[in-house]
């Protein structure tokens, strides 16, 4: 298992920009492929996006390409959620997840997740 700690979130303006970042403890966590996840007020949780243990390969929601980047920096545990042209609609809780393997677009593909960091989108 590896331990992720989700940061950066904060209240932005809508138009405006947010990197998210997710810190992972353990020593295999290049093995990892990393996805994030969101939760809206009275949501279920949602795919993000998502990036293979390599980086070579990402995933979008559709409701982020063209918005969002995930990247991951494997010589610092880190994984990143940079958030451009952020809508209201945008405001969740976002979370990391982890999963050895080819990541898939459900809670249930991911074992390990952080505790969340809040991003909130005024209009």
């Known amino acids: 298992q590896v331990q992720l700690v989700e940061s950066g979130g904060g209240l932005v303006q809508a138009g405006g920009s947010v990197r998210l970042s997710c810190a992972a403890s353990?020593?295999?966590?290049?093995?990892?492929?990393i996805a994030w996840f969101r939760q809206a007020p009275g949501k279920e949780r949602e795919f993000v996006a998502a990036v293979s243990w390599s980086g070579a390969s990402t995933y979008y929601a559709d409701f982020v390409k063209g918005r969002f980047t995930i990247s991951r920096a494997n010589a610092k545990n880190t994984v990143y959620l940079q958030m451009n042209s952020l809508k209201p609609e945008d405001t969740a809780v976002y979370y990391c997840a982890a999963t050895l393997g080819v990541p898939g677009t459900r809670e249930a593909d991911f074992g390990s997740w952080g505790q969340g960091t809040q991003v909130t989108v005024s209009s």
């Open positions: 353990g020593r295999t966590f290049s093995r990892y492929a």
